[in-house]
């Protein structure tokens, strides 16, 4: 027996408004039901089963043009075609969802650094251009950050390489050490570089968290060099330093295979 269902059931039953299935409706993503005999939509179990899948490629942030090709793949009764579809969408919105993780990271570092930069000089009268909230200071997620932080300055004498020494507090250094080891747990793969290791991480690791970690690294230990990498093969932390440094950077990250 088939079940038939009005569209305020359908609605209930598939968490989506009436107008929704309306317009579901008018751009082809749900079939035209059929009429009951006083005229009103009737839907049956077809329909919710369909309704589920638009749902699901809408969870995955598939567009209404990526949700309709997979609409008509699933109406094939094959699984593989969609399947296949579906991993090349999601890859792809992998790649896109890492970008957007690394410019909320810089963005989030770059607050940081305005942050700081807005407690170091505070006239005592108006707003000059070294206060941080004078007219040349702009939103950074616009793509441009305080005047203070980009002008140049003149040339001066290049100052030597710091000395390989943490400057750390010692009664900060085991919490420091628990940091890195959180890390380091996360780290899927190591890659040898000439001047220090490139760490593959999980996709369960925190960016932002982790690039505020290395910002607070480098200040007492302005020896090492951080960067964080998202690209197709993963995201990475590269650590890197003088020679001298590098048994440090063995012994605090693993070596490589």
């Known amino acids: 027996m088939v079940t038939s269902y009005s569209i ?4 209930e039953r598939s968490g989506s408004k009436t107008s929704t299935l309306r317009y ?16 009103y939509r009737s839907y049956d179990d077809d329909a919710l089963a369909r309704l589920g899948f638009i749902a699901r490629a809408k969870q995955l942030g598939c567009t209404l043009e990526e949700i ?8 094939s009764q094959r699984c593989a075609p969609v399947q296949t579809r579906l991993q090349n969408l999601v890859t792809t919105k992998i790649d896109d969802a890492g970008r957007r993780v690394a410019e909320l990271t810089a963005f989030t570092v770059q607050l940081h650094e305005v942050a700081a930069m807005l407690s ?13 909230c004078g007219s040349d200071v702009t939103t950074p997620a616009a793509g441009v950050i305080p005047a203070e932080l980009t002008r140049r300055r003149a040339p001066v004498a290049v100052a030597p390489d710091p000395p390989v020494a943490c400057t750390l507090e010692a009664s900060e250094m085991p919490d420091r050490l628990r940091q890195w080891q959180a ?17 593959t991480l999980t996709p369960a690791a925190d960016i932002g968290a982790i690039a505020l970690l ?13 960067a964080l990498t998202v690209e197709a093969r993963g995201t990475a932390l ?20």
């Not at 170091?120 to 941080?132: A, F, I, K, S």
């Not at 290395?214 to 951080?226: K, S």
């Open 214 to 226: 290395c910002r607070a690294e480098q200040h007492c230990c302005a020896f090492l060099r951080f």
């Open 68 to 75: 309709t090709d997979l609409v008509v793949l699933w109406d």
């Open 120 to 132: 170091r000089h505070t006239p005592d009268g108006p707003c000059d251009e070294h206060c941080g």
């Open 24 to 39: 579901y409706e008018k751009v082809g993503l749900l079939p035209a039901p059929a009429r009951n005999a006083a005229g």
């Open 183 to 199: 890390v380091v747990g996360l780290v899927e793969a190591r890659e040898p570089l000439a001047d220090g290791m490139r760490l």
């Open 238 to 257: 590269e650590v890197r330093g003088p020679p001298e440094a590098l048994p440090l950077v063995h012994s605090m990250f693993g070596s490589a295979p």
């Open 8 to 11: 305020a059931e359908v609605a």
